[in-house]
Nanobody
Framework: QVQLVESGGGLVQAGGSLRLSCAAS????????MGWFRQAPGKERELVAA????????DLADSVKGRFTISRDNAKNTVYLQMNSLKPEDTAIYYC????????????????WGQGTQVTVSS
């Protein structure tokens, strides 16, 4: 059974940093793309960052470029999202996801999802 467990969310002031982690279990994910999505109240879920199976390619939403970094440790089946210079508009539930493709940058390409972790940025 595939399971994705996010951690690292919380409340932070604007300008602060958080590091999200997502531990995957149930199969080996080293050959698959992984990504982070977020959903704010009343809004659709959107891609924040995606990383290819060996990390050679990363995609970031324009709104987070220069502030967020995605990385992965295939030995640990874990993907990370380092979030710096956080803004109130980054407030959302953040979801980790895995695609059975080696590269995936759209929501429809992702096959497994975590339960999400809340990130709240106060002004």
């Amino acid at each position: 059974q595939v399971q994705l467990v996010e951690s690292g969310g919380g409340l932070v002031q604007a300008g602060g940093s958080l590091r999200l982690s997502c531990a995957a279990s149930g199969r080996t994910f080293s050959r698959y793309a992984m990504g982070w999505f977020r959903q704010a109240p009343g809004k659709e879920r959107e891609l924040v960052a995606a990383i290819s199976w060996i990390g050679a390619r990363t995609d970031l939403a324009d709104s987070v470029k220069g502030r967020f970094t995605i990385s992965r440790d295939n030995a640990k089946n874990t993907v990370y999202l380092q979030m710096n210079s956080l803004k109130p508009e980054d407030t959302a539930i953040y979801y980790c996801a895995v695609s059975l493709r080696t590269v995936a940058s759209t929501i429809s390409e992702y096959d497994y999802w975590g339960q999400g972790t809340q990130v709240t940025v106060s002004s």
